[in-house]
């Protein structure tokens, strides 16, 4: 699990899986994207799941990361 402060960039991560292995992340603010460590940015406070799908060799391996954002206390006592 990951995280971050409000503003902040969540950097989704995925170990190597060696060579021919193909990465799919699919989740909020993100859709579908097949790299293997994208950044999802402009997250508001919650939090939020991402799928990660590995294939090599015909097989498959699932993982889920949960994202949390929290309020960014610098950034509200700004807006006052």
Known sequence: SITIKEGEVAKLTAAD????????????????VNEQNPSVKSLPV????YILTVVRNGCHSMNVTVVE???????????N
Request: cysteine-free; hydrophobic content about 30%; proline content about 3%.
């Open 46 to 49: 919650g939090k939020y799941i």
């Open 69 to 79: 954002v929290e309020k960014n206390e610098i950034n509200a006592s700004n807006k």
């Open 17 to 32: 899986a060696g060579t021919g292995a193909t990465y799919s992340w699919k989740g909020p603010y993100l859709g579908i």
